[in-house]
């Protein structure tokens, strides 16, 4: 485990101007209290874990290993997916699975070469591919807030979800991205335009990092840096 987890809920703290106080109510402690937890001095118990897990929007595992997600971020690649035309039909509609192996491609490829993550989610090894727990949670409250829209359907006897970006939400900036970062995820797009589902999920389950990890366990990124170039996306 990291010992420095709470170094990460501070910077999260003070960049999102929250108050030590505010924090301290969050976990039912007193300011004093979370003082002494936030400078190590003192251990964060489980069910405080969990509370601070769920105001920071990660699992209790991201947090005390120190990957603090930026979901702001990952929502933000969500919607630069969305708004690539990926398929030849006008709907420009993206199965769910193909959405969440193209955001897997991005944080890994931009690690091959920056040796960090581009949005800080953890994946786990799952049978249809590498997928943060927090990819299903994402995709419900965009939903919800009306920023996309997901139709469900069945194919072959499956239930088969198809995501697109509402037309609502169209003006909102992406401002979470470098130009470096959207030139990478561009050029993922384009390799997997048009591609079925079924080919992206294939390609991930031969990679290095998914054939090495065990089922249901959290991929790590080094892994992929020991990848042929031409396998990383």
Not at 52 to 63: C, P
Not at 78 to 103: E, G, H, Q
Not at 132 to 141: A, K
Not at 164 to 174: A, F, G, P
């Amino acid at each position: 485990m990291s010992t420095n987890y709470m170094q990460k809920v501070k910077e999260f703290r003070l960049k999102n101007n929250l108050s030590q106080e505010q924090l301290a109510k969050v976990i039912a402690v007193s300011r004093p209290t979370y003082t002494a937890i936030e400078s190590g001095k003192q251990t964060l118990g489980a069910d405080q874990a969990q509370k601070l897990a769920s105001m920071l929007g990660v699992t209790v595992d991201e947090l005390l290993s120190g990957n603090i997600a930026n979901i702001a971020k990952y929502r933000h690649m969500i919607l630069t997916y969305l708004r690539m035309n990926l398929t030849s039909k006008a709907d420009n509609k993206i199965p769910k699975t193909k959405l969440a192996k193209l955001l897997y491609l991005s944080d890994f490829a931009w690690f091959y070469d920056h040796s960090e993550s581009m949005s800080g989610m953890q994946y786990r090894r799952i049978a249809y591919g590498p997928v943060p727990d927090t990819f299903f949670r994402v995709i419900d409250e965009l939903e919800v807030e009306g920023k996309i829209v997901v139709e469900r359907k069945r194919d072959n006897g499956k239930e088969m979800f198809l995501i697109s970006e509402s037309e609502s939400n169209k003006n909102e900036k992406i401002n979470d991205l470098s130009s470096e970062e959207l030139k990478l995820m561009s050029e993922i797009g384009k390799k997997w335009k048009d591609r079925k589902t079924n080919e992206i999920v294939n390609f991930t389950h031969n990679q290095l990092p998914y054939m090495i990890c065990r089922p249901d366990e959290i991929i790590p990124y080094e892994l992929i840096t020991q990848e042929d170039p031409e396998m990383v996306f």
